[in-house]
C-alpha cells in the first residue's frame, strides 16, 4: 500500500491510488510465482530458412498479462518491463493468462495461456510472442 505525502501549502493533495482488492498477492509463504517474458515478431519481412539473429523476436515492454481464475475473475495483472519481463505473485491454483491488446492494431495480442501454480513447486514459466504483422 501506498503512503499519502501530507499536503504543501498553496497545492491539490493527490489521492493516493491502491491496488483493488482482486489485484492484491496472496501472502508470500501461500504463493507461487509465474515468470515470463513478452517478444514481438517476426521483425524482418522475410524470413530465411537459416535465420538472421537480427530477425529475432524482440522484447516488448509495456504489455499487459492479465491472470483469471477458473470464475473468469481477474486475480492479478503484470505490465512487462523493457526487456520484455514479467512475474505474477499468486495463489495455488490454475489461472488463464491472457495478454492485452496494444495501441498498435498491427500487432496482435497472443492467445491466452492456462497455467498452474503451486505453492511449493517450481516456477511457472510463460512466454507469449505478439505477432508484428510483418510478412
Given at each position: 500500500?501506498?503512503?499519502s505525502?501530507a499536503?504543501?501549502a498553496?497545492?491539490?493533495p493527490?489521492?493516493?491510488?491502491?491496488?483493488p482488492?482482486?489485484?492484491?498477492?496472496?501472502?508470500?509463504?501461500?504463493?507461487?510465482?509465474v515468470?515470463?517474458?513478452v517478444t514481438?515478431?517476426?521483425?524482418?519481412?522475410?524470413?530465411?530458412?537459416?535465420?538472421?539473429?537480427?530477425?529475432?523476436p524482440k522484447?516488448?515492454?509495456g504489455?499487459?498479462?492479465i491472470?483469471?481464475?477458473?470464475?473468469g475473475?481477474?486475480?492479478?495483472?503484470?505490465?512487462?518491463?523493457?526487456?520484455?519481463?514479467?512475474?505474477?505473485?499468486l495463489?495455488?491454483?490454475?489461472?488463464?493468462?491472457?495478454?492485452?491488446?496494444?495501441?498498435?492494431?498491427?500487432?496482435?495480442a497472443?492467445?491466452?495461456?492456462?497455467?498452474?501454480?503451486?505453492?511449493?513447486?517450481?516456477?511457472a514459466?510463460?512466454?507469449?510472442?505478439?505477432?508484428?504483422?510483418?510478412?
Amino acid at each position: 500500500a501506498a503512503a499519502s505525502a501530507a499536503p504543501v501549502a498553496g497545492q491539490t493533495p493527490m489521492a493516493t491510488l491502491a491496488p483493488p482488492p482482486a489485484t492484491q498477492a496472496p501472502a508470500s509463504n501461500e504463493a507461487g510465482i509465474v515468470k515470463g517474458h513478452v517478444t514481438a515478431g517476426p521483425t524482418c519481412p522475410i524470413e530465411a530458412v537459416s535465420p538472421d539473429p537480427g530477425c529475432a523476436p524482440k522484447p516488448l515492454g509495456g504489455a499487459i498479462v492479465i491472470a483469471t481464475d477458473a470464475r473468469g475473475a481477474e486475480v492479478a495483472r503484470a505490465v512487462s518491463s523493457a526487456n520484455g519481463s514479467f512475474e505474477l505473485l499468486l495463489a495455488p491454483g490454475t489461472y488463464e493468462l491472457t495478454p492485452q491488446a496494444l495501441g498498435d492494431k498491427m500487432m496482435r495480442a497472443p492467445h491466452a495461456k492456462a497455467v498452474t501454480v503451486t505453492s511449493s513447486g517450481p516456477i511457472a514459466l510463460v512466454d507469449f510472442t505478439y505477432d508484428t504483422g510483418i510478412r
